[in-house]
């Protein structure tokens, strides 16, 4: 049971390049969630998804576009990418309905925009 | 809007010597509650949760904490520290519904002394 997968481990990209920050899980989890975090500054949220076709905002979403076209994958796209994207990025899921299990994360990408 | 609060951005202690973590949150209802380690370079592990009853609850790795409603508090200890157990912590809240999105603290770095 491979969990939440994560691809690649690290990235630099130059300004105004383009990439996909790939997410799959194997746990059959509806909710899944994309989180960057910041020295000092925690987790913030992305965007989210609670199932195939449906995604929504998070608290932090401009420059960043998602899809959700199967259960298992949830990949993050970063257009013109710029320095203030530089961060750690974590993908997590979650059983839907099931806040008390809390979320099963990846082991993150570093992204490193110059 | 939930929120969280860590007041302790770095945290030093000896090995073997006792171990609190603050936690704050602000919720209107009972809040479903979460511990996360980070290690470096690594994802998050759930370290701890509470969502009713019992409020002292234990953890993974000798970690427990306790709920406080009265001081919207929802600390974590350790009897003893281990050398291993230096890592960042982080505090999060939830609620169920609209996504069963959780809102993280801004973490805290334990560092051990030998």
């Known amino acids: 049971n491979a969990g939440v997968t994560q691809t690649p481990k690290f990235r630099i990209l130059k300004i105004g390049q383009s990439m996909t920050l790939q997410c799959t899980q194997d746990m059959n989890h509806n909710y899944m969630y994309w989180y960057r975090q910041d020295p000092g500054m925690g987790l913030k949220l992305i965007y989210y998804s609670v199932g195939a076709g449906i995604t929504d905002k998070g608290e932090v979403p401009n420059g960043y576009n998602v899809s959700r076209s199967t259960t298992e994958d949830f990949p993050l796209r970063l257009e013109l990418a710029a320095p203030s994207q530089t961060s750690v990025y974590f993908c997590?899921?979650?059983?839907?309905?099931?806040?008390?299990?809390?979320?099963?994360f990846g082991s993150g990408t570093r992204l490193t925009v110059v | 809007a939930q929120s969280v609060t860590q007041p302790d951005i770095h945290i030093t202690v000896s090995e073997g010597a006792s171990l609190e973590l603050r936690c704050n949150y602000s919720y209107g209802a009972t809040p479903y509650l979460f511990w996360y380690v980070q290690s470096p370079g690594q994802g998050l592990q759930l370290l701890l949760k509470?969502?009713?009853?019992?409020?002292l609850v234990q953890g993974i790795k000798g970690f427990e904490a306790e709920f406080k409603r009265s001081q919207s508090s929802f600390n974590l200890r350790k009897p003893s520290v281990h050398w291993s157990d230096a890592a960042e912590y982080f505090c999060a809240v939830g609620a169920p519904g609209g996504g069963n999105k959780l809102t993280f603290g801004t973490g805290t770095q334990l560092k051990v002394e030998l």
């Open positions: 509470y969502f009713s009853g019992d409020t």
């Open positions: 997590a899921s979650s059983y839907s309905g099931q806040i008390n299990y809390g979320y099963t």
